[in-house]
């Protein structure tokens, strides 16, 4: 079966690679699945909340509109290749935690990172005049598990081993600086992230290690002891690596959606009457 239909204004690719385009007396013959198709194209995704260019709440609009994206990047979009973040994984951190020739040293690797999407933008400042934007992001918590591995001298007991690592981050604050680009494809445009700078500081800390390979319990007991008091001191030996990784993967996040939502799907220009389809 197949309609025939006059042409409309909006452009759409169907799926036989047709363009319904306005061209004056012109009738495309269209079959019943590239009008679906094609009328498809139409809708907003509904991990997208719409933004409209001067709208004198834009601050709070664009907040909403990362707030409402917030349970899509927990589970993941499949039709845009994004993956869950929760959790995140990220491959490998080495910490060197005390100094000298048998200093105690710990390599995480295997971490998994949970509570990265149940986030809060407490502030945001678009960019101007090219300086990069910049906002505030607050986690109740962020909970790691990974597998470790150490070597050298902690207090005065030798502290080979492995096992597995826990570290509980709580009351995390985050600010966030960024810089963006725009590119045009196929007539639409796009934004795109350049480049991430991720910082935080942490209420409280809680870490530990268990199921430790062929090691005796006072030494378990060591070592959590020093993880407890040292929480802020292992923190801050973790925080470049942590801080690289992070931005890394953020700025990929970012763009793996940004490169399938034309910008102005997300930031409707004043003079566009394309919304969400109820």
Known sequence: YSLIIPDVFYICPTRNNILISKV???LKRLTLDDLKHCIGQWKIPPYIKQCKEGDPHIIKCLIDAVHHLSPYLASGIPEIELPPVEPFRMEELSLSLTTGPNGYKVTLSDIDIFGASNFTINKLKLSENGKPFEAE???PELRINSKYSSSGVLIILPAS???SFHGRFGSVTATVRGKTSTNVKEGKKYLHVDALNFDMKVKTINMGVKNVYRNSRILVEAMNLFLRENGQEVLHVMTP??????SHLFVSISNQLL????LDTFYVPKNSSVSAAS
């Open 161 to 163: 081993g492995k096992g």
């Open 24 to 26: 004056e007396g012109l």
């Open 241 to 246: 690596q942590l801080r690289n990784k992070l």
């Open 137 to 139: 992001i607050y986690m």
């Open 259 to 262: 490169t399938h939502v034309p």
